[in-house]
């Protein structure tokens, strides 16, 4: 019984099929206890007041943008070293989400620094390099469409992910060198105690877990949608070729 | 592959367009600025180094899809991944033809386009040396892009969507040592980043753009 098992997509079904309903369960029940938890029951900052409120939005949002970028890229790699078609799908079934979150991350931020740093929008190396992510998305996105063969999209989208990958994490550290930063750096580490007081920290914990599994059922849904589309074209081909 | 070469250069001459295209291009986007942003000689100066980075940007964008187009159209690209040449081998000698047949071009115009921008004396060898350089990595990069739209059909506008994210990083290093020189700064770091990202380009482009061309063929 190995991992690899799960990548025939009848098995896939019948597993993702099986989580499915849990998965969305436990987002929707994480999401909501952190969302109210996070906006109704912790204080105001006594900077910031309610406006700090939108960490429980903006941090989990764009964690999972870089995050989803990686998870693409793995899948590429699998498809283009083993040739799962369910991996190609997964591949492509998360872009969606990744350009959706990179936007959220991008307008929450926007919504934040207007009343903060007195602008909807600074060239600060951090949004600039969401924005050259959202870019990312968009060509990686157009390119699944433009193709024509199913295998042939997943091949080059896979490159491009992967070529796109090394140019991505380049223009994250040029625009270090290009601008100076608004944006603060990274709070949050797997290594050190969190500088954030618990009354902030732990509801923001429930919205990551929250976004994460949300993202879970989002990637399972798609996923699944892509393999019915497919098997609903090799019937129809069937049929027609009759 | 140094005949392939050969015969992309000469093709590129001899057929019209490629040549020159890019050059008058190049001209005519630095022509606008001033009509854009008026003729203040002060002004021109403080922007003229990112503006010659983007125009022979964009100006080495328009001749990119016809790196392997006609190619493939004509069935010589089957013909030419079937001989002894390795695919990258034949990425490569296909870069360094647009190199040579637009990439020197702009770089060589660029000086004297510098000129009418107004741009600072000290500017001029790091303009040239920057474009010198940077412009290798844009041409692999593009092939690179030339490589996975082959089979689309009108698929110039993908081919920029797809190439100008990846030029991000060259335009901002390459831009950066025109400006740095022109401030008075060391551009000699800036200068020693850029070669390294043509250099990693020169290093990886080809094989990625080979499995896309394998991709495309199969």
Known sequence: MSLWEYANPVKFMALSGRILPFATVLSAALLLTGLIWGFFFTADDFKQGSTVKIIFLHVPAALMAINIWLMMLVASLVWLVRRHHVSALAARAAAPIGITMTLIALFTGAIWGKPMWGTYWAWDPRLTSFMILFVFYLGYLALWQAVEDDDTAADLTSILCMVGSVFALLSRYAVNLWNQGLHQGATLTATKESPIDGSYYYPLLVCIVGFITLFVTLVLLRTRMHIRLRRSRAVLAREASR | ?218
């Open chain 2, 1 to 218: 592959m140094l005949a392939l070469c050969r015969r992309d250069i000469l093709l590129a001459v001899r057929s019209g367009g490629g040549f020159g295209l890019a050059l008058a291009f190049f001209l005519i986007l630095v022509m606008f600025v001033p009509f854009g942003v008026g003729p203040d000689r002060a002004v021109l100066a403080r922007i003229a180094p990112g503006i010659l980075w983007i125009g022979a940007l964009l100006a080495c964008l328009l001749s990119l899809d016809r790196v392997f187009q006609l190619d493939a159209e004509d069935g010589t690209l089957e013909a030419l991944a079937t001989s002894p040449i390795p695919l990258t081998g034949l990425v490569s000698a296909k870069a360094a033809a647009h190199w040579i047949t637009t990439g020197l071009p702009l770089t060589l115009a660029s000086a004297p386009l510098g000129y009418l921008l107004g741009l600072p004396a000290e500017g001029y060898i790091w303009l040239v040396t920057s474009l010198a350089v940077g412009t290798v990595s844009l041409s692999f990069i593009g092939t690179f892009g030339a490589a996975i739209t082959v089979g689309i059909k009108r698929g110039g506008l993908l081919l920029s969507l797809l190439v100008l994210p990846l030029y991000i990083p060259t335009l901002i290093l390459g831009a950066q040592v025109v400006t740095r020189a022109v401030s008075g700064q060391n551009p000699v770091a800036s200068l020693a980043l850029l070669g390294g990202l043509t250099l990693l380009t020169l290093a990886l482009i080809p094989i990625a753009a080979a499995m896309a061309l394998r991709a495309n063929l199969r």
